[in-house]
């Protein structure tokens, strides 16, 4: 990594984005392990859960982002956002994948984020139960642990799988559709409750794509940054529009990219 390339404020922010991560995923991981006396409430949907460890682990993060960096602002999936005075914003969710956390699954982990107002220059996605920190920093690339990621340069649609997410808050018809496409081009889907940690799987080269009609930003703006620093594509996320109203997010390695387009073709997404 040439550090002397990387904008100072996002490199200062580096070390602390992981540090954070770390701490805050023991912290979940504490809560997973004794999650019997867990209460889980449901949001909007009985499939949206929280529990009071996605609640004190957003704390956490919050509290340490605080002292560490006061004119910096946060938004996060648990709490009311804080603004900025830096001009950046970590975007946080706690435990993304929590109805795998509260079934006791191991696909779930912790994402954090920060973004300059246009896009993400730092993040973090903490995998507890496997102890994987994929990282990275805008022009320094992205990682798993220490060793440097690269979307699959080989496989397509066809060869390897691509991951898809889906929520109450979308038309069913919009994945039925993109499901049916996927399997008429002999692709085959893969879905594990954590976008982030799908997105992630794109970065290291164990999907070939990633599709979800809709996301909330702290649910994906982490791993964005990975899939663009080991070589991929990422259609516009929220340009020009509030990070809080969410948009549908497409990523893709170089030989899934134009069936990945065309099979999200009127799904959604915007160039």
């Given at each position: ?10 490199l ?51 509290e ?18 804080a ?19 509260v ?29 994987d ?49 996927l399997?008429?081009?002999g ?75 065309d099979?999200?073709e ?6």
């Amino acid at each position: 990594m040439d550090k002397v390339l990387i904008d100072s404020a996002h490199l200062a922010r580096y070390a602390p984005v992981q540090a954070i991560a770390r701490e805050a995923g023991a912290l979940a991981l504490n809560y997973f392990e004794n999650r019997d006396r867990l209460v889980i409430e449901a949001k909007a949907d009985p499939q949206d859960l929280v529990s009071i460890a996605d609640k004190n682990v957003e704390t956490l993060i919050r509290e340490r982002i605080a002292a560490a960096f006061p004119d910096d602002g946060i938004i996060g999936e648990e709490h009311a956002p804080a603004p900025t005075r830096s001009g950046l914003t970590w975007i946080i969710d706690p435990i993304d994948g929590t109805s795998p956390f509260v079934m006791g699954m191991p696909d779930w982990c912790v994402s954090i984020a920060v973004h300059d107002g246009t896009r993400t220059v730092t993040s973090a996605v903490f995998v507890p139960r496997l102890g994987d920190l994929y990282h990275g920093v805008r022009g320094g690339g992205a990682f798993l642990n220490a060793q440097k990621l690269s979307v699959d340069a080989k496989r397509s649609v066809q060869s390897g799988l691509v991951g898809m997410g889906a929520n109450f808050r979308i038309p069913r018809e919009r994945i039925v559709t993109f499901a049916d496409r996927l399997l008429s081009k002999g692709g085959m889907f893969y879905r594990n409750g954590s976008g982030a940690l799908m997105l992630a799987y794109v970065a290291a080269g164990r999907l070939v794509g990633y599709y979800e009609p809709h996301i909330n930003a702290w649910d994906c703006l982490a791993a964005i940054l990975l899939v663009e620093e080991a070589g991929g594509w990422v259609a516009p996320f929220c340009e020009g529009t509030d990070l809080m109203a969410g948009d549908a997010v497409l990523a893709a390695a170089p030989h899934a990219k134009a069936d990945m387009i065309d099979m999200s073709e009127g799904l959604g997404w915007h160039s």
